[in-house]
């Protein structure tokens, strides 16, 4: 029996984004601005739509989309960054956008291929999910259509994400030839009953490429420093944000169920790639002189250090598994926070000085001191710095992944957290310890684009000093991955909390 009623929170975002365009083409004249509000209202009524999930059994939709809470979770991440980049974006893209309904729609139907790669049960349906945040992520970055830099970024984002897409078919291809199946569960029970062999090994590793561009992992990063630097800078904090999300959504869906198994044949090149992209990430980032190409490298490090817990997932049992499963998903929600922060007050700084290089934030202190406040926080956040939500997040993930044998990769990550204090100390010293430029005098931001500044700065301090509600929900949304680990995951927030 098929029960549609489980996709009523995606109909609701795809509705809207279908409500938006045709109100742009009813109403041609209508505000621009009138739209981002309407996307910022369907993604509130998006999340509305789906707490009511929270805590349901669990459904599936003929084996190929499962809603739990693990899927609820991702929902709610994917409504709040549509929620933030629509009210962040319409002073931006005035003047500068002309197709502003194509843009909020394809923001809400991005999302929608996010939440659907983290719900997947099946290879195929996870396929079809990476391409359409994919192709929303093309014709984004390329929206500035009046600036070469943009189209040159989306034109190499088009020709890498088509042969990233070719091998992650390809890796699937391996898989159905060796299991007989495209279903996780039955995947997994194929390679219980009849081990590992060639193809899948080789299946499973042209799947971790695929999946690895989408995040940006070591070596397939090449795409992500041209399309941060060429893309509207809203687009640069959803690439950010929801290309992450979505990777490791399906990573932790993908892993924690097909190949679980048969762990001891991924799990050491998930560690090696989590080297080497915290390591590459941190030092080119040290490099940049414009803030979008630092934003990039940087967040090539947080992709490494997140690659930790699914090596841990490989390394471990079931509870292990879903304790590091809750400290991966609470590290992303803090990330997600801090990064929307951070471009909150980017795009306010650059809408009115169009200053996007860190020599031009020189004397931010001086000029407005409120986002000089909100850059800090935001990159001490990045940092790990105590207080901040980054610290305690990156602290519960590094900790989660400690019984699984992998000391020396934590030890690494923290080297590379210390790493990149440097560089964030170079944007920070260049607002505080330097004049402003004769040309910036003092301004005053959007009344709504610092309410929400400070709403998300309140959030990251929140998640810092007190992580235990979002730790709990991180916790309860893990269980569904592992249900041989069901009963003992109930534990995972007492076991990762502080005494």
């Known amino acids: 029996m098929r029960d549609y009623t489980i996709f009523i929170p995606e109909?609701?975002?795809?509705?809207?984004?279908?409500?938006?365009?045709?109100?742009?083409?009813?109403?041609?004249?209508?505000?621009?601005?009138?739209?981002?509000?309407?996307c910022a209202v369907a993604a509130i009524a998006w999340a509305v739509a789906s707490v009511?999930?929270?805590?349901?059994?669990?459904?599936?939709?003929?084996?190929l989309i499962q809603v739990d809470d693990f899927t609820t979770y991702f929902r709610l991440m994917a409504a709040g960054i549509v929620f933030c980049i629509a009210l962040i974006s319409p002073n931006y893209i005035r003047g500068r956008i002309d197709a502003a309904a194509e843009y909020y729609a394809l923001l809400l139907l991005g999302c929608c291929g996010l939440v659907f790669m983290a719900a997947a049960r099946e290879l195929i349906t996870a396929y079809i999910s990476f391409e359409l945040i994919s192709f929303s992520l093309y014709i984004l970055v390329g929206f500035l259509r009046r600036d070469i830099r943009s189209n040159e970024a989306s034109l190499k984002f088009i020709l890498l994400g088509a042969f990233a897409s070719?091998?992650?078919?390809?890796?699937?291809?391996?898989?159905?030839?060796?299991?007989?199946?495209?279903?996780?569960?039955?995947?997994?029970?194929?390679?219980?009953?009849?081990?590992?062999?060639?193809?899948?090994?080789?299946?499973?590793?042209?799947?971790?490429?695929?999946?690895?561009?989408?995040?940006?992992?070591?070596?397939?990063?090449?795409?992500?420093?041209?399309?941060?630097?060429?893309?509207?800078?809203?687009?640069?904090?959803?690439?950010?944000?929801?290309?992450?999300?979505?990777g490791f959504g399906l990573f932790l869906r993908l892993f924690s169920s097909a190949f679980h198994t048969g762990a001891h044949e991924w799990a050491w090149?998930?560690?090696?790639?989590?080297?080497?992209?915290?390591?590459?990430?941190?030092?080119?980032?040290?490099?940049?002189?414009?803030?979008?190409?630092?934003?990039?490298?940087?967040?090539?490090?947080?992709?490494?250090?997140?690659l930790v817990v699914i090596a841990a997932i490989g390394y471990g049992d079931a509870h292990a598994g879903a304790g590091a499963s809750a400290g991966l998903l609470i590290h992303i929600t803090g990330?997600?926070?801090?990064?929307?922060?951070?471009?909150?007050?980017?795009?306010?700084?650059?809408?009115?000085?169009?200053?996007?290089?860190?020599?031009?934030?020189?004397?931010?202190?001086?000029?407005?001191?409120?986002?000089?406040?909100?850059?800090?926080?935001?990159?001490?956040?990045?940092?790990?710095?105590?207080?901040?939500?980054?610290?305690?997040?990156?602290?519960?993930?590094?900790?989660?992944?400690?019984?699984n044998g992998l000391l020396w990769l934590i030890a690494l990550g923290v080297v590379n957290s210390a790493i990149s204090i440097y560089y964030y100390m170079m944007i920070v010293r260049e607002m505080y310890l330097f004049d402003p430029d004769e040309n910036v005098k003092r301004f005053s931001i959007n009344p709504l684009l610092a309410g929400l500044a400070g709403v998300l700065l309140l959030a990251v301090l929140f998640i810092g000093i007190y992580p235990g509600p979002v730790l709990h929900g991180a916790s309860k949304a893990s269980t569904p991955l592992f249900q041989a680990g069901a009963d003992a995951t109930s534990n995972v927030t007492a076991q990762m909390l502080p005494k």
């Not at 499973?204 to 893309?231: H, R, T």
């Not at 190409?293 to 967040?299: K, N």
């Not at 007050?345 to 996007?356: E, F, Q, S």
């Open 11 to 38: 109909f609701i975002a795809a509705g809207s984004a279908l409500g938006i365009i045709a109100v742009d083409l009813i109403w041609p004249r209508v505000r621009k601005d009138l739209l981002a509000y309407l």
């Open 335 to 403: 990330y997600i926070i801090s990064t929307l922060l951070l471009f909150a007050a980017l795009i306010a700084y650059y809408n009115r000085t169009g200053h996007d290089t860190i020599r031009g934030m020189r004397g931010m202190a001086e000029t407005q001191p409120f986002l000089a406040l909100i850059i800090t926080v935001a990159l001490f956040s990045y940092a790990g710095l105590p207080f901040f939500a980054g610290f305690t997040t990156k602290l519960l993930m590094f900790q989660s992944a400690t019984s």
């Open 52 to 63: 009511f999930y929270i805590g349901k059994t669990p459904n599936s939709f003929q084996g």
């Open 166 to 246: 070719a091998i992650f078919l390809y890796g699937i291809s391996f898989i159905y030839g060796a299991t007989g199946s495209t279903y996780y569960d039955s995947i997994s029970k194929a390679i219980d009953a009849n081990g590992s062999n060639t193809a899948i090994v080789v299946g499973l590793m042209l799947i971790l490429v695929g999946i690895g561009f989408k995040l940006a992992v070591v070596p397939f990063q090449m795409w992500a420093p041209d399309a941060y630097e060429g893309a509207p800078l809203p687009i640069t904090a959803f690439i950010a944000t929801a290309s992450e999300v979505a």
């Open 269 to 306: 090149a998930v560690a090696i790639l989590s080297a080497i992209t915290m390591t590459l990430g941190n030092l080119v980032a040290i490099q940049q002189t414009n803030i979008k190409r630092l934003v990039a490298y940087s967040s090539i490090g947080q992709v490494g250090y997140m």
